[in-house]
């Protein structure tokens, strides 16, 4: 299983970027998938989550502002930024997890990671 984020750079405050993440031997359509960030000096934090029942769910800090979304013809998971805030600098990392349903839980270790995607907003 392969995790590719692309889509990261620099934009202005209240700017968007859409984030995608490619995925090989794994479908992002069919099970739980999520978007982490890490911003500087913190721990990462889930930001947005989609499963099999293509629903997105988001932190409070973002709702409204970013969408969630899985295109199954291409295999990708998308992220859509708008309105852009200075806080949402980080870097923002696609993660899979063989499962259906529940999608609660992301492990660190045992999930699927990708190597990460820098997102720069400045005002």
């Known amino acids: 299983v392969r995790l590719v984020e692309s889509g990261g750079g620099s934009a202005q405050a209240g700017g968007s970027l859409t984030l995608s993440c490619a995925a090989s031997?794994?479908?992002?359509?069919?099970?739980?998938m999520a978007w982490f960030r890490q911003r500087s000096g913190e721990g990462r934090e889930r930001v947005a989550t989609?499963?099999?029942?293509?629903?997105?769910t988001y932190i409070e800090s973002v709702k409204g502002r970013f969408t969630i979304s899985q295109d199954a013809a291409k295999n990708t998971l998308n992220l859509r930024m708008d309105n852009l805030k200075i806080e949402d600098t980080g870097t923002y990392y696609c993660v899979g997890r063989w499962q259906k349903g529940d999608c609660n839980y992301f492990s660190p270790t045992s999930d699927f990671w990708g190597q990460g995607t820098q997102v720069a907003v400045s005002s």
């Open positions: 031997k794994f479908s992002v359509s069919d099970y739980c």
């Open positions: 989609i499963g099999d029942a293509h629903i997105g």
